[in-house]
């Protein structure tokens, strides 16, 4: 009898990408939460549906000059420069950590060429653990001038085409949303190969500092993210959906269960948490408990039922 | 470590600019040390959306409103109004919620075999010395530097007094002490050499003249530093500053969140290393 109504009370809240079961949609944004055990003493890593890293290289990547962040509108800037351990420290001694739960492990990388990007995911192929890649396409190539892979759909075909023929793990192309028409770059990663698209990625922005003349980032330019791109990020999410048939994960200013049910409504399949973590250390545990929540008011058994349920 | 959801006991101006503000905070006169930091989440709302840094200045209890309940625990801090979240810090009254986690970052470090401990202080540089003082002098002798640009940014010293420290001030425009920068102060008290330890925490161009007056004197030297934080637990890496033997070549970058906020001088690059612009994006 309490089992029937346990039932109807908990609506299901697990769902499937690229055959990766999650317990529940919610996810955390890479290089918002570290490597997971920056936030361990605040959330219970095993709430979440699963753990996305900070992007890994390669070769240890130092960063870039401070300053690094500044706050704007309902929002902030970064070029923090990818400053990671790189990808075999990584795999000695941070993925130790992460398997003691049972929540999966996305592994975000990067490259500087597209040698490097199939040299990190053949790396990360095997390490037991690891039960996705998340490919970071918003970087420069350095053998081509710079270009970011993820603005020319030729060169992000040709990174992911490459990085498909080098790991069996679910690839998880991130998408940036600095391009003219996101769903020629969507179908382009989709038919290279890409299991799940990702997106956003941080919108490029900048900020002056009006007395000293100067860019408030070192950088000069960085990346916005937070509540202020949410409205973008709605828009990219909805417009990459309609275009490909791998599953859509949406990110950009989530802060809590009725941000992330815009993305899910929109058609997104989960959603990933970024600036949010850093104000509130356990938005994603507020967001998990509000969505259930939202489930039982609106009668919804199952989450997969919400889905794609725009009305036009 | 904890992510408290509490509330403002106290929030006083003490000087033109300057607050202190007492906030509920259950467990932290166990677990706080001198110069750790809490993030504070002034208002439930996104303006401002990030949390901000905030030295301890020092833990207690005072008694509750009725005598058959504990005492409550309290966190101090003191701060001054500088942009948007000090500024709605400062509208807040006793009973407003804030969210305080903490306590974090490393703390300072005394060396219990030196018998005189000096403490360089530059204007709201001052709060993480306080609760350090209230720890040494339990075994030393300590002495305060402290200075400011003129007698309102000279805060709270009254207390350092009421430990038994030895108070000395220096202010630009003379106003109170002796007129100059607090630095000069340093310099002469290390003129003769004898066996100290320095402790600094105040602007960048301070925490510099004092590097150099200890490496001159070779003092041992501990400097707390505030970097830009958004996250204070080490995630986000935005908090970094440049570590001993940083090149452009090779960059070294210390976290501060974690690392720091309090440093051994000896381990920062004291060198203003040119700054490197790059173009596009970089997360
Ligand atoms: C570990 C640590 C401990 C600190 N302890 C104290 C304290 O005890 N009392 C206190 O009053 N302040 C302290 N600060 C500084 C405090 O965090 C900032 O003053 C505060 O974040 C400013 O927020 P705001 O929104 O009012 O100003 P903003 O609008 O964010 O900034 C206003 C101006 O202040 C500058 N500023 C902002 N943050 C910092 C910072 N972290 N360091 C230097 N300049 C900054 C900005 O560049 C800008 O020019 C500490 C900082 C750190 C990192
Ligand atoms: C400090 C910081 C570091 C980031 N580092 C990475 C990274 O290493 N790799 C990556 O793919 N995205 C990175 N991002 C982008 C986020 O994963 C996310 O796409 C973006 O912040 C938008 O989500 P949000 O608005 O919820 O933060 C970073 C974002 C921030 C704020
Ligand atoms: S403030 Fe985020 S790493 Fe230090």
């Not at chain 2, 200045?57 to 005492?71: K, M, Y």
Request: charged share 20%; glycine share 10%.
């Amino acid at each position: 009898m309490s089992n029937a109504v346990e039932q109807v009370l908990k609506p299901k809240l697990a769902v499937e990408i690229a055959g990766l079961k999650l317990k529940n949609p919610i996810m955390p944004a890479s290089g918002t939460f570290g490597y997971g055990e920056e936030y361990s003493p605040y959330i219970d890593l095993n709430q979440l549906g699963a753990i996305v890293t900070k992007g890994m290289s390669l070769n240890p990547k130092a960063g870039n000059n401070t300053p690094r962040i500044c706050e704007t509108v309902s929002g902030m800037l970064n070029a923090i420069g990818l400053q990671n351990v790189g990808v075999d420290a990584f795999i000695k001694d941070k993925m130790a950590f992460l398997s003691q739960y049972d929540t999966p492990v996305i592994v975000n990388f990067f490259g500087n060429t597209q040698e490097e990007y199939g040299e990190v995911a053949a790396r990360l192929d095997d390490v037991p653990g690891v039960a996705a890649l998340e490919m970071n396409i918003s970087c420069p190539n350095v053998k081509h001038g710079g270009i970011v892979f993820g603005t020319d759909p030729q060169a992000a075909a040709a990174v992911v085409t490459s990085v498909r023929k080098r790991t069996t793990k679910p690839l998880i192309v991130k998408l940036t949303p600095n391009v003219t028409d996101i769903q020629i770059l969507a179908r382009a990663t989709e038919e290279a190969g890409a299991d799940a698209l990702s997106l956003i990625n941080t919108l490029t922005g900048m900020a002056v500092d009006i007395k000293t003349r100067k860019p408030r980032l070192a950088n000069t330019i960085g990346g916005l993210s937070g509540p202020a791109i949410r409205p973008v990020a709605v828009r990219l999410v909805h417009q990459v959906v309609q275009a490909v048939k791998v599953p859509v994960i949406g990110i950009g200013g989530i802060t809590c269960a009725a941000d992330a049910l815009e993305f899910l409504i929109v058609g997104a399949k989960a959603v990933q948490v970024g600036t949010a973590n850093f104000v509130n250390p356990d938005a994603m545990a507020t967001i998990i408990a509000d969505l259930e929540k939202f489930c039982v008011e609106e009668g919804i058994a199952d989450i997969n039922d919400l889905i794609g349920t725009l009305e036009l | 470590m904890q992510d408290l959801k509490t509330i403002v006991l106290s929030n006083q101006e003490i000087s033109p600019g300057y607050y202190r503000m007492k906030i509920l905070a259950s467990g932290y006169s166990e677990s706080a040390k001198p110069g750790q930091f809490v993030m504070l989440r002034v208002q439930r709302s996104f303006t401002p959306l990030l949390r901000r840094p905030f030295g301890v200045f020092q833990v207690g209890f005072i008694p509750a409103d009725c005598d058959t309940l504990p005492p409550k625990e309290f966190i101090e801090l003191v701060y001054k109004v500088v942009g948007g979240g000090t500024e709605t810090m400062r509208e807040l009254q006793s009973g407003d919620a804030v969210e305080l986690l903490g306590p974090l970052g490393s703390g300072f470090t005394a060396d219990a075999s030196i018998a005189e401990k000096i403490l360089v202080g530059g204007g709201i540089g001052l709060v993480p010395l306080y609760m350090l003082a209230t720890e040494l002098v339990k075994t030393s002798k300590v002495s305060l530097f402290v200075g400011g640009r003129t007698r309102d940014d000279i805060i709270t010293i009254s207390e350092f007094e009421r430990l038994g420290v030895n108070v000395s001030v220096a202010t630009e425009d003379g106003s109170l002490g002796e007129t100059g920068f607090v630095t000069r102060l340093l310099e002469q008290r290390l003129e003769e050499p004898h066996q100290t330890e320095v402790f600094a925490c105040g602007p960048m161009p301070m925490l510099d003249a004092v590097q150099k007056i200890c490496a001159t004197s070779e003092v041992s030297l501990q400097v707390s530093l505030e970097a830009l934080m958004a996250c204070g637990v080490g995630a986000c890496l935005g908090c970094v500053v440049k570590g001993e033997g940083h090149t452009i070549n090779e960059p070294r970058y210390l976290c501060s969140c974690t690392s720091g906020p309090v440093f051994n001088a000896e381990s920062l690059d004291w060198n203003k290393t040119e700054a490197i612009k790059m173009v596009g994006g970089g997360k």
